[in-house]
Structures are given as C-alpha cells and as structure tokens.
C-alpha cells in the first residue's frame, strides 16, 4: 500500500495553540520572528500589581526565577555578541561534520587557552540559549511559548558550616561518608526545591508541555563529588569510591526530582539527555532519568541519518532521538545562529507534542508520549540505543493524534503508520565517523 504525505490529509477541524513552558535561560519576547507564538498571561497587566493574585507580579509572559521578577531577558549581554562568539560555533559545527580546515583547528587549540574568550562565550551561551531553544519549540505551529528563566546562580559549597566538624581529624571514614552523602542529599534537594516551585508554576497556568534542556550529568557531577569527597577525606577519591558517590548523588538528584515533574501530571516535560556522548542506563543524568508517565527523553541526531557523537543514549532510559545538530534558530535582538545539542532535540520534540496536544486536547501526557514513540521513524542505528529505537515522525504522530479523536491509541499509531511515509533525509549525506565531539561551553545546559 503506498503512503501519503500529512499534506494530503485534510483535518476536521480548526487546531487551537497549545502552551510550552520553556524552562531555560530567558527568552527573548520582542524577537520580530517570534511574534505570535510567545504565551500571554491574560489575567496579568505588566503594571506593577500581582493582578491574577498567584505571587507572581507582572508575570505576563512567564517568570524570572533566578530573580525572582518577570525580566525575562536582560539585553546588556548583547555586547556578547563578538565576531569570536559566532566563530566558535562555526568552526564547532564545521568539526561536527567533519569539515574542519587546519586553520579552524588552530583558532580553535587558542580558542580553548584564551580565558577572555571562554568566559565571554559562557555569557553569551547562557544569554541565547533560551531564545534558541524557544525558537525550536514553535518553529512552523501554532504553539505559544511561555518563558520561565532558569540562570545557574553562585550557590554555597554543599558542606558549608561543616568546617569544624570535617577539620577534626578523629573522625572515623563512616561518619565521614555519612557527612558527605547527608551533604550530597542537600545539596540534591536544594536544585530540586526550585525545580519543584516551577513545577507548580508551569501547572498553575495549565502548560502543555515543559521544555527542559538543561540539567547535570555523570561527568559534571563527578567534579563536584570528587571536590568534595576531598574536603571531607584531606585526599584524592579512588576511582570506586568516587564512582559510588557519584552515583548515590545522581540518584538522589533524580529521585527527589519525581516533586518536580509531579507538580505537574497534567504537563509533558520533555528532557535533552546530555552532551556527554555516554550511555545515561550506566550513567546517570539529572533531570533526564526522572522516570515518570509524563516525562520523555530525548537524544539528538544529524538530521535523519545517524546519532550525534556528543549525544547521550540509552535504550531505557532514553525514549525517542530527534534532530539536534546544526540546527538554525532564533536568539535574541533579531538574530539566527546554528547551534547544535540535545538542547535542540528536545525542543524538536516539545513541539510535536504540543502539535499532538493542539490537535487532541483530550490526550494525557502519557498518551501524547506513547504516539511520539510508536510513530517514530525506525533506524537501525538508533536500535539498543533509544525506547523507540527511531527518530520523531511530526506529520505523522500529527495524523495519530487526529485519528485518536474517534479511535484508540493504538489503533490511531498503527493507521498513521500505514499513511505517512519516513522523513527522507533533508540535509547532505555525512560520514558519521568523522564527527568530534564539540567543547563543551555550557555544563548546565544540553
């Protein structure tokens, strides 16, 4: 039977916009291409006043949380924007490719020895990002795009006010491991405890969908374990005792981020799973392995045609890929740039499925979730490597969500699956074994 394209298939009625809470670094409102899907409080007026008395003043277009104010963007870090800053990611996304030229390898080697220049792109990667992302979240939709400022903030060592009692070297190593993992359980609950207020944000004002691409993996908390474990232990962790807390501190980040995501059942979040290039099943990563019915992770591809060395996998613990390298998206002030991450795969999701939920309103987290994994376009190298084993189809986990308003869900993905064909690839066939892993800028984004 031959398949047809989503272009042929006339839906029935008109598809209202739906919300996506973009947890992030801010984003931009006023960008000219953005016009139209940026999401409106209408029971708020930027005046001053907590006018829909949720304790959130001024909250029109989302919320500013690492303030604590409804700034969504601060335009200072315009002056960011060098001709160093585009550069880099330029050369990165020519190395991805495989394209590098020997001079773009030499800028690159003093690229990474020019602190001026890393802090400058650290500033300037928190600044777009946001925007970037947000982009990607209503590319060619309906969907309204909510923002919610997310900005690492300089936070205490977890074991401050401890000094006296690690200083005392009688301390037997179990009291010790107990101090360290009681300071890892804090330290977890604090990134959590705000996480968890933006849960309840997201579902006060009835999200959708949550985008967040953003988070901690294995090897950025290896750093923060092993400092630690130093301070406590006046010595260097071996590898299997840094393994251990490593682990017990990944763990208890994601148990303790089920607040998060349960703040908000009626939400979808869906999750970038990390830059890391590893296999989140082995080692876990912070929120992406939050388990839970209404929650996806995501892994990034070159287009159609394979997974991206930089990203992360995991055959349970990550549910679908989608594009994320090279992907052209808004920043902010009226720009575009190519930015590549499972920071941008995720979004590439998040859109779909407020897509899935503007034309079903009817459909839980757990079945728009379902539809974005069984109508997945299959990929043998993406077999083992994600739930879905494939890369998400939009036209047509669209039609199943159309066709799940008079059938059931598994009908609906199997009748898809039979009229729209496999996305065929869109960009320039690439040699997979020659990517590089990019540098990474942003350890607190994906």
Same mark, same amino acid.
């Given at each position: 039977?031959?398949?047809?394209a989503?272009?042929?298939?006339?839906f *029935?009625f008109?598809?209202?916009a739906?919300?996506?809470?973009?947890?992030?670094?801010g984003?931009d409102?006023k960008?000219?291409?953005?016009? #139209?899907?940026?999401w409106t409080?209408?029971?708020?007026?930027?005046? #001053?006043?907590?006018?829909?008395?949720?304790?959130y003043?001024?909250?029109?277009? #989302?919320?500013?949380?690492?303030e604590?104010n409804?700034?969504?963007?601060?335009?200072?870090? =315009?002056?960011?924007y060098?001709?160093?800053?585009?550069?880099?990611? =330029?050369?990165?996304g020519?190395m991805?490719?495989g394209?590098?030229?020997?001079e773009?390898?030499?800028?690159?080697?003093?690229?990474?020895e020019?602190?001026?220049?890393?802090?400058?792109?650290q500033?300037?990667?928190?600044?777009?990002?946001?925007?970037?992302?947000? #982009?990607?979240?209503?590319?060619d939709?309906?969907n309204?795009?909510m923002?919610?400022?997310l900005?690492?903030?300089?936070?205490k060592?977890?074991?401050?006010?401890?000094?006296?009692?690690?200083?005392?070297?009688?301390? *037997?190593?179990?009291v010790?491991?107990?101090?360290?993992?009681?300071?890892?359980?804090?330290?977890?609950?604090?990134?959590?405890?705000?996480l968890?207020?933006?849960?309840?944000f997201v579902?006060s004002?009835?999200?959708?969908?949550?985008?967040?691409?953003?988070?901690?993996?294995?090897?950025q908390a290896?750093g923060?374990?092993?400092?630690?474990f130093?301070?406590?232990?006046?010595?260097?962790a071996?590898?299997?005792?840094?393994?251990?807390?490593?682990?017990?501190f990944?763990n208890?980040?994601?148990?303790?981020g089920?607040?998060?995501?349960g703040?908000a059942?009626?939400?979808?979040?869906?999750?970038?799973?990390?830059?890391d290039g590893?296999n989140?099943?082995?080692?876990?990563?912070?929120?992406?392995?939050?388990?839970a019915?209404n929650?996806?992770?995501?892994?990034?591809t070159?287009?159609?045609?394979f997974?991206?060395?930089?990203?992360?996998?995991g055959?349970?613990?990550?549910?679908?890929?989608?594009p994320?390298?090279?992907i052209?998206s808004?920043i902010?002030?009226?720009?575009?740039l190519?930015?590549?991450g499972?920071s941008q795969?995720?979004?590439y999701?998040?859109?779909?499925?407020?897509?899935?939920k503007?034309?079903?309103?009817?459909?839980?987290?757990?079945?728009i979730?379902k539809?974005?994994?069984g109508?997945?376009?299959?990929?043998?190298f993406l077999?083992?490597?994600?739930?879905?084993?494939?890369?998400v189809?939009?036209n047509?986990?669209?039609?199943?969500?159309?066709?799940?308003?008079?059938?059931?869900?598994? =009908?609906?993905?199997?009748?898809?699956?039979?009229?729209?064909?496999?996305?065929?690839?869109?960009?320039?066939?690439?040699?997979?074994?020659?990517?590089?892993?990019?540098m990474?800028?942003?350890p607190m984004?994906?």
């Amino acid at each position: 039977m031959m398949k047809l394209a989503i272009a042929m298939v006339a839906f *029935s009625f008109s598809v209202q916009a739906a919300t996506i809470a973009v947890i992030d670094s801010g984003l931009d409102t006023k960008h000219q291409q953005l016009q #139209g899907n940026i999401w409106t409080n209408l029971k708020e007026i930027e005046d #001053g006043r907590d006018n829909d008395g949720n304790g959130y003043q001024d909250d029109v277009h #989302g919320w500013n949380f690492a303030e604590q104010n409804g700034m969504l963007i601060d335009y200072k870090y =315009e002056n960011t924007y060098t001709a160093d800053a585009f550069k880099f990611f =330029e050369v990165q996304g020519r190395m991805l490719l495989g394209k590098s030229t020997p001079e773009d390898k030499e800028w690159l080697k003093a690229a990474r020895e020019n602190k001026e220049l890393i802090a400058n792109l650290q500033k300037f990667g928190n600044f777009v990002h946001g925007t970037h992302v947000a #982009g990607i979240t209503v590319r060619d939709s309906n969907n309204e795009a909510m923002g919610i400022k997310l900005i690492p903030t300089e936070v205490k060592p977890f074991f401050y006010g401890l000094e006296k009692e690690v200083s005392n070297k009688s301390l *037997s190593a179990d009291v010790r491991m107990k101090l360290l993992k009681s300071g890892l359980d804090a330290l977890a609950g604090q990134q959590m405890k705000l996480l968890e207020e933006i849960g309840l944000f997201v579902a006060s004002h009835k999200a959708d969908v949550a985008n967040g691409s953003f988070g901690t993996g294995y090897e950025q908390a290896k750093g923060i374990t092993g400092m630690a474990f130093k301070v406590l232990f006046f010595r260097e962790a071996k590898p299997e005792e840094l393994e251990e807390i490593t682990l017990y501190f990944m763990n208890s980040m994601i148990t303790q981020g089920q607040k998060f995501v349960g703040a908000a059942p009626n939400t979808l979040f869906v999750f970038a799973a990390g830059n890391d290039g590893s296999n989140n099943d082995k080692f876990p990563t912070s929120p992406t392995n939050i388990k839970a019915d209404n929650v996806i992770s995501v892994s990034a591809t070159y287009d159609v045609q394979f997974l991206a060395s930089f990203s992360n996998y995991g055959e349970k613990m990550v549910d679908v890929a989608a594009p994320g390298m090279l992907i052209d998206s808004t920043i902010p002030v009226d720009r575009r740039l190519q930015v590549s991450g499972t920071s941008q795969a995720a979004p590439y999701v998040a859109n779909v499925a407020a897509q899935i939920k503007a034309m079903n309103p009817a459909l839980k987290p757990l079945e728009i979730k379902k539809i974005l994994i069984g109508t997945a376009d299959l990929k043998d190298f993406l077999k083992g490597k994600v739930v879905a084993n494939g890369i998400v189809n939009t036209n047509r986990a669209v039609l199943a969500a159309d066709l799940s308003r008079s059938v059931g869900i598994s =009908e609906a993905i199997t009748r898809s699956r039979s009229s729209v064909r496999d996305v065929e690839p869109s960009r320039e066939i690439v040699n997979p074994f020659v990517q590089v892993t990019p540098m990474a800028l942003m350890p607190m984004f994906q």
